[in-house]
Every structure is written in C-alpha cells, then in structure tokens.
C-alpha cells in the first residue's frame, strides 16, 4: 500500500512539472515591418536640378545713345540652369543668349533708331531660398553675373555703326514654382537688374569722305524682366 501511494505521488509530482514546461517553438511573433522611404514630391527633396529657359520677357542694356529702356525683348528656348539643392537653398548657374534681329524706332530726343542685329550673352551665378514645403513653391534670391552685348547696324553702303557693352551686374528676384511631378517642376520669376556698363561705339562713314568715330562710356543702368525666366525643370539625384 505504501509503495502504491509512493507512486501515486511521484505520477502526480511528475505531471505537475510538466505542465509547467512551454516549448518555445510554438509561440508566435508579428512579422517585423521596416518603413519605407518617404516619397519625394517636391524639387527640395533632389540633390540637382537642369532647367531649361523656354519663354522670357525683358530689357536689355540701352543701346547706342538710348536714354531709357522702353523695349521688351522676347524670346524662347534660349538658355539653361543648373541648380543643386541643399533643402529649402538652391545654387544655381544660369546662362542664356539672344540673338535677333530688332527695330526700334526711338521716342527720346536725338536718339538713334535702332535697326539691325543685336547679340547679347548673359552668364549669372546666385542662390534661391523657397519659402515652404508645399506643392506650390515661393522663392526669392539673387544672381551676380556678366553681360556681353553687341549691336551691329544694317550696313549700307554709307554708314555702319557698332556698339559694343560689357556689364556687371546684380539682380534680385522673385518667382514661383509648380511641382507637376516629384522630378518634374515649371518655375515663373521676375527681375530687377543693376548693371554697371562699359560702352564703346564705333561709327563708319564710307564713300567720298570715309571718316571713323570711336567713343567710350561708362554708366549705371538698371533695367526690368517682368517675366525674366520660365523654365521647365527637371530634377535628379537623392538628397537623403
């Protein structure tokens, strides 16, 4: 009898431990879940930036003796811009050129008419800060660059004039860009530039009497591009 309940005891004992045993292999976890990363949706959020200068609205230094700027010149897909982007601060290199022919029949007193080609190259460097984080984008900066321009006159058979600039400049802006795509993004801005020229004018008078002028000048100018770029831009390359 006593070696039954010894037994008994010991089954017991036995079970009671057992039961207490958990195999860890059963037990279950939630699968571990690594976010993504965050969608780019706006040009900030890339490192670099190419935009091209589709359609622009501005004055150009006076030419010859001109006493104001009263002439808008237009033009289209005539420049690019480079930019690289460091969140809200975008460095850009911009630069552009014109080359028409133009016709201006001046209004200043004992202003030349102008009629004939101009040429004029423009290379700036300077920095945009945007003002939010949004689709839509305000922005404001400034460019410091350099300006050749060259007017040549129809020649004819009795006179030809050439006028010849070279400026400095300064000139602070405003615009507005529209991120259509997360790479793709149409910019607006408008200008206000302060230049200091050097002008050298060359007048030839051919035929029986030939005779040549060379003049020099030197002036402040400032002059308006009430729609100085809009661009198409593409953006490229990871910023985070």
Request: charged letters at 15%; one cysteine or more.
């Amino acid at each position: 009898m006593k070696r039954l309940l010894s037994l008994l005891l010991l089954l017991c004992s036995y079970m009671l431990s057992f039961s207490q045993v958990t195999r860890i292999d059963t037990l279950s976890y939630k699968p571990i879940v690594i976010p993504s990363n965050a969608q780019k949706s706006h040009s900030s959020d890339f490192l670099y930036s190419i935009a091209v200068r589709s359609f622009a609205l501005e004055q150009f230094p006076r030419i010859l003796n001109q006493t104001a700027n009263e002439h808008f010149f237009s033009s289209a897909f005539n420049g690019l811009m480079f930019k690289f982007n460091d969140n809200q601060i975008s460095y850009r290199i911009s630069g552009s050129h014109y080359n028409n022919d133009v016709s201006i029949n001046s209004s200043c007193i004992n202003c030349e008419d102008i009629n004939g080609k101009l040429q004029n190259t423009t290379v700036k460097i300077g920095f945009e800060k945007n003002l939010t984080y949004t689709r839509i984008q305000p922005y404001f900066g400034i460019d410091l660059g350099y300006i050749n321009q060259k007017y040549s006159s129809n020649a004819d058979a009795v006179n030809r004039t050439i006028d010849r600039k070279n400026a400095a400049l300064a000139s602070p802006f405003i615009g507005v860009k529209l991120n259509i795509l997360p790479s793709i993004t149409v910019s607006a801005e408008s200008n206000m530039t302060i230049a200091y020229s050097f002008q050298k004018t060359e007048r030839n008078q051919f035929g029986e009497t030939p005779s040549s002028d060379i003049t020099d000048k030197k002036s402040w100018e400032y002059f308006f591009a009430p729609v100085g770029i809009i661009s198409l831009q593409f953006n490229f390359g990871s910023l985070y």
